[in-house]
């Protein structure tokens, strides 16, 4: 756990390419009370059907609209929304609209290509009604 504040700069974090984006804070930097994520998805970008045993699961949509499905719930999130899931329900994420942003990312060739990506930040917290 880290005994003081921290500070993750603009464009930081540790790279976690199989959720396209980069750990802000570990649930080791913050003694297990929760992790934090940035993410850039692609549209059309899925996460499967899944549950976080122990953990709740949060979501602010930085930009782009995402679908979200909680057990039977679904609803349509886009930026400035927050989104709450809470512990042992079977949860999925899809990057289902056309964002109002894009990214640039260079081309084998070395030009540069543009794609559209919805952008969220996401968090799991221990739940306070779980147990171990």
């Known amino acids: 756990m880290t005994s003081s504040g921290f500070v993750v700069p603009a ?9 396209g984006g980069s750990l802000l804070a570990s649930a080791a930097d913050t003694g297990g009370a929760f992790s934090l994520l940035l993410s850039h998805a692609p549209t059309g970008d899925r996460v499967p059907r899944h549950v ?10 930085l930009d782009g609209q995402y679908r979200i499905r909680c057990g039977e719930q679904a ?6 929304d927050f989104v709450s899931l809470p512990a042992a329900s079977r949860t999925a994420t899809t990057s289902s609209m056309v964002p109002r942003a894009s990214s640039s990312s260079p081309s084998p060739a070395g030009s540069r290509t543009s794609s559209t990506t919805s952008s969220m930040a996401s968090t799991l917290q221990r739940s306070p009604t779980a147990t171990a």
């Open 11 to 19: 464009g930081g974090g540790r790279p976690v390419p199989g959720a």
């Open 52 to 61: 976080h045993d122990t953990v709740d699961e949060a979501f602010y949509i």
């Open 75 to 80: 609803w349509s999130a886009e930026a400035g």
